[in-house]
């Protein structure tokens, strides 16, 4: 099981690269939660008539990867979101293996905060997504 880190263990240029397939069930769950049934992720013959001539995966989704494989993976979860910036360079299909690396671009000891970047890929290289947010970390405990 992966054991958290703290912001004192951490430190930029770390990282972290992992690979999921986007799958129909990924995508099925996703839809089901938020309610995000907008035809081009669900309507075959709709989103076989736009530019991409099949369903896209929610893009959204794939950007909660990121924050999912950073806290999971790289930092825990003791840190909080403040700022997220997603950049949607690429469309994601069913079935398309992504490749998401995620690091840790700066630290600001001062405010306790991160700012974290990521690129994920398909498998035939395409870019199809780039980040970058800040992540805010308790005060550490005063001893009384």
Known sequence: MYEPKSFDDLKAGDRVALSKTITEADGALYIAATGDFGPVHVDEAYAGATRFGRRLA???????????????????????????????TGPVFYNDTIT?????????????????????????????????????????????
């Open 100 to 144: 998401f690396e995620v690091w840790i671009a700066e630290q600001y000891d001062e405010t306790r905060t991160i700012v974290w970047e990521a690129s994920a890929r398909n498998e035939d290289g395409l870019e199809v997504l780039k980040a970058r947010a800040t992540l805010k970390f308790p005060r550490k405990k005063v001893a009384a």
């Open 58 to 88: 929610p893009g959204i989704m794939v950007a909660g990867l990121c924050t999912s494989i950073l806290t999971s993976e790289l930092v825990g979860t003791i840190g909080v979101s403040i700022e997220d910036r997603f950049w949607f």
